[in-house]
C-alpha cells in the first residue's frame, strides 16, 4: 500500500496496483482480411470465456508474451 494525501494534506492509504505503460506509435491501418481475423480471434476469446475457460493473469506470463511480440515485431 502506498501513502498518498489527501485534500486536506492527511495521509491516506489507498490500494495500488502495476500496469503496464507503452508509448504511441504510429502503425499501419488494418486491412479487411486483418480486421476480420481480429473480429474473429476476439469472438474466440468471448467464447472461451463465456465457457469458463478464461485463464487468469500471470504477469510472468503477459510480460515474457509483451516482450516476445515487440522482439518479433518488424521496424
Request: charged share 35%.
Amino acid at each position: 500500500m502506498t501513502m498518498t494525501a489527501n485534500m486536506d494534506g492527511k495521509a491516506k492509504q489507498h490500494r495500488t496496483t502495476m500496469v503496464p505503460v507503452t508509448t504511441m506509435e504510429e502503425i499501419p491501418v488494418l486491412t479487411e482480411n486483418e480486421r476480420a481475423e481480429l473480429l474473429e480471434s476476439l469472438k474466440q476469446a468471448e467464447a472461451r470465456i463465456d465457457a469458463g475457460r478464461a485463464v487468469d493473469y500471470d504477469r510472468k506470463s503477459f510480460r515474457e508474451r509483451l516482450i516476445a511480440i515487440y522482439r518479433g515485431s518488424k521496424r
